[in-house]
Structure formats: C-alpha cells, structure tokens
C-alpha cells in the first residue's frame, strides 16, 4: 500500500509539474515572438458554467456541456468502426466455417456405415 501511494504521488505531480512547464513555455515563446504566432491555447484554465468550474485542457471543454458534446460526436464516431466491422465479418466467417464442419463431421459416421 505503501508504494501505491507513493507512485501515484509520483504520477500526480509528473503531471502537474509537466502541465505548468508547457504553460511557461508557452508564455516564454509569446513573450519572445511578441505576437501569437503559433496561436495555442493555455494549458490548462478552468471555467464555470451555471456555478460549476470545469477545466480546459488544451482548449477542449471538460465540463458538463463540453463533455456532452464530446460523447455525442463519439457515437457518431461509432456509428461505423472499421476494426468492429472487421471484427464482426472474421466471427460470422468462422461461425459459418465452424457450423459447416460439424455438419460434414457429423455425416461420417453414415458415410462409413453405408460403405460396409
């Protein structure tokens, strides 16, 4: 238990310490060029919809309505998932493979009975 605690200590402040590097270069590189050239987001802001505070992570939304949109562009995203479709093709293949073999093996004891 010991050391569970200790990696994800370890875990929670590499990303902390990670985010907040990212957002100081990034204010270095603004402050440098003067200009928004390489037009980033911050790191990491928070926001409050409705009295609810949320974060923004690279500009993307984490909060209740953010989230929302996300997984409603996800399923339509999975509305056709080639590797599923791909999946399902391979099992019903086998399935049918599978099913007709036992067929053919289920007929050879007849087939040997009859040739006595």
Known sequence: MKYLFRYF???TLSTI???TCMQVAKNGIGKV?????????????????DGKAGAVVFGKDY??????????????LG???YFTVVG???SN???YITEKGMKIFEKIPT??????
């Open 9 to 11: 200590t370890l875990i």
């Open 17 to 19: 310490i990670i985010f």
């Open 33 to 49: 060029t003067s200009t928004d050239y390489y037009h980033v987001d911050d790191v990491v802001t928070l926001s409050k919809q």
């Open 63 to 76: 909060t209740d309505k953010g989230l929302a949109v996300r997984e409603e562009h996800l399923e339509r």
């Open 79 to 81: 509305a056709f998932n």
């Open 88 to 90: 399902k093709g391979i």
């Open 93 to 95: 293949f086998v399935s």
């Open 111 to 116: 087939l040997i009975d009859e040739l006595r």
